[in-house]
């Protein structure tokens, strides 16, 4: 009987899994910035006016992560199996990792290794889902090209509009370091039709552009190019 | 080169307000690069045949060979939004191929050299491919 009422209980859920087109034409607005997270959103936005307009880490195909992965031109597909919600994209750059929000975890495990996409947990509140990340590393943004810390915790909380054809994704970003307060943002998706494709959006390493790249110029603003300046943080530094 | 002495479409220019609309719209969408370089104030029409088109990642690019008034030739460069993008607005591998005569309605670059963002294409039967959002959303 408890069986039967718990599995009744999870098909009442309503169903979010699909292809959606996130709504770029109406951006977040502005975060409530830290005077840290000001200075550095300032050199970046002066860089960008002298012709830096893309990042390292872009050019080494690095994820975006969490939560920028959500908001890019190109759809997010939803998919629900046992215990999990997954959220694959197709962008570029990338490749981003999928996101797993895992919906049996009642609270965030101890230990977590930080990651790009953080370690993300939900539930169902009647028809919301509500999904609380933590876990991150350092190396991609939030929203609007604030960086992103090891401190970052995300809410969200997702709900489906009566017709089903609009998923809202209200999602609140915390960090002490960046964020002088919490940052609402309502992101809104579009369902797609059901038999949309998915295609391929693959990332090359642009070796290239990393040459010409004047990495001590961007250094101050782009972790990749503090990373880079750190042997002991380079890719498989044992190895070599 | 001045992008002027193209100037068969010109539409008028976008208010500043909505400028910043459109650069705050990219802002946190911008896919591989921002859109700084190209002059998202100034839309531009050109004419000219395809010399070569790339439908590949990170961008979709195109060449295409204009004639300036004087009789000379020249080769302009387009980019469009990666693959998957434009797929989605009706682009295939085999949308353009070399000797179409086609118009490219595109943002320019900045700094005069000859390059776009395009908006859209426009073929001789009127048939319309669009890249960019809207005019003045990249």
């Known amino acids: 009987m408890a069986l039967a009422l718990a599995a009744g209980a999870a098909r009442s859920a309503p169903d979010i899994t699909g292809m959606w087109q996130y709504d770029y034409s109406h951006p977040p607005g502005h975060p409530p910035l830290t005077p840290k997270a000001a200075a550095v959103v300032a050199l970046h936005h002066a860089a960008t006016e002298k012709g830096y307009v893309r990042e390292l880490s872009n050019m080494k195909c690095l994820p975006t992560g969490m939560p920028q992965l959500m908001v890019w031109r190109s759809p997010i597909e939803i998919m629900e199996s046992f215990g999990r919600i997954s959220i694959i994209t197709e962008h570029d750059p990338g490749p981003d990792e999928p996101r797993t929000i895992y919906l049996n975890?009642?609270?965030?495990?101890?230990?977590?290794?930080?990651?790009w996409n953080g370690h993300s947990i939900g539930h169902w509140d009647h028809d919301v889902l509500i999904v609380d990340t933590v876990g991150f590393n350092d190396r991609a943004h939030l929203l609007g090209g604030v960086p992103r810390t090891e401190a970052t915790h995300i809410t969200e909380r997702f709900s489906l509009s009566p017709d089903g054809q609009t998923l809202t994704d209200e999602m609140t970003m915390e960090d002490p370091q960046m964020l002088a307060g919490p940052w609402t943002v309502s992101l809104k998706f579009a369902r797609m039709p059901n038999d949309s494709e998915r295609l391929e959006a693959v990332c090359e390493l642009d070796l290239d552009a990393i040459q010409k790249l004047d990495i001590a110029a961007i250094k101050p603003f782009d972790v990749e190019a503090q990373r880079m300046s750190d042997p002991s943080l380079h890719y498989n530094p044992g190895g070599k | 080169m001045k992008i002027a002495r193209y100037p068969r479409v010109l539409h008028p220019l976008l208010s500043a307000s909505a400028m910043a609309v459109a650069l705050t719209a990219s802002a946190p969408a911008f896919a591989h690069h921002s859109f700084n370089m190209f002059a998202l104030d100034k839309v531009v029409t050109v004419d000219g045949t395809i010399k070569d088109y790339q439908f590949k990642m990170p961008h979709v690019w195109f060449y295409v060979v204009t004639m300036t008034k004087g009789g000379a030739q020249e080769e302009w460069g387009?980019?469009?939004?990666?693959?998957?993008?434009v797929a989605r607005k009706g682009w295939t591998v085999n949308s353009l191929k070399p000797g179409d005569k086609i118009a490219v309605t595109m943002h320019p670059m900045k700094d005069g050299s000859k390059a776009?963002?395009?908006?859209?294409?426009?073929?001789?039967?009127?048939?319309?491919?669009?890249?960019?959002?809207?005019?003045?959303?990249?």
């Not at chain 1, 975890?105 to 990651?115: G, M, T």
């Not at chain 2, 776009?116 to 990249?138: D, I, M, R």
């Open chain 1, 105 to 115: 975890e009642p609270v965030q495990p101890k230990d977590i290794d930080p990651s």
């Open chain 2, 78 to 85: 387009f980019e469009a939004h990666s693959p998957n993008l």
């Open chain 2, 116 to 138: 776009g963002s395009v908006v859209y294409v426009t073929y001789p039967n009127g048939k319309v491919l669009w890249n960019a959002q809207s005019l003045n959303e990249p």
